[in-house]
């Protein structure tokens, strides 16, 4: 085993233990300690992840798993070559106003930690943020219209890398089903399928012919 493989593994067992942030709901979810050059970063677990012991294991999941499986990547691969982060790793609780509580400044600053530890360890070269929240922290403010379908190169942990941004897979979230979200998500998935990163990943598949 590597080096970094066993740092990665290191960094997960200590993450699996953390109990740093009082409001989130435990068990952190948590990926495998993949060492990977391509990281993917959601929002944070929602309540059933838990329980099933993966990010993005239920509905979402599902929908994002269709995504990479249009483009010739089933889930199991996926989960076995790529790192998959989250803004915060424990489940925030529910939102007074419906839907899941979006975590909060100090919560993703507390949880923050890990990401930076997994980012000096792999050094990654392609990020993949999923959501609002992730693409905005890291990228800035804008609409999705301005970041999703397109590469953009941005500091990560103080190294450059390059971003391709998805939408959030939720049931809830009707951007992706609807236009110009419906295009410009395809287009990101286009734009993986070209990256040098992702094609040395997942042995330079091509983008499937509609």
């Given at each position: ?31 495998e300690a993949v060492s990977s050059r391509v990281f993917l970063i ?169």
């Open positions: 085993m590597s080096n970094k493989s066993t740092r990665i593994r290191d960094i997960r067992t200590r993450l699996m233990a953390c109990r740093d942030c009082p409001d989130m709901i435990p068990p952190v979810v948590s990926g959601g929002q944070a677990p929602g309540p059933h992840e838990g329980r099933l012991g993966k990010p993005f294991a239920y509905t979402a999941g599902r929908t994002l798993f269709r995504w990479f499986a249009s483009i010739g990547v089933d889930e199991s691969e996926f989960r076995r070559k790529v790192h998959m982060a989250a803004m915060a790793r424990c489940f925030p609780g529910k939102s007074p106003k419906g839907g899941d509580r979006v975590p909060s400044r100090v919560e993703i600053e507390t949880c923050g930690q890990w990401m930076s530890a997994e980012a000096d360890t792999l050094h990654p070269q392609l990020v993949i943020p999923v959501g609002a929240l992730a693409i905005r922290h890291f990228l800035g403010p804008g609409k999705l219209v301005d970041h999703v379908g397109h590469v953009k190169t941005a500091v990560f942990f103080e190294r450059p890398v390059d971003f391709v941004c998805l939408p959030h897979p939720s049931g809830l979230s009707t951007w992706h089903k609807t236009e110009p979200g419906r295009s410009l998500l395809e287009q990101a998935l286009g734009t993986l399928t070209k990256h040098p990163t992702w094609q040395r990943t997942f042995e330079a598949r091509l983008f499937p012919a509609n």
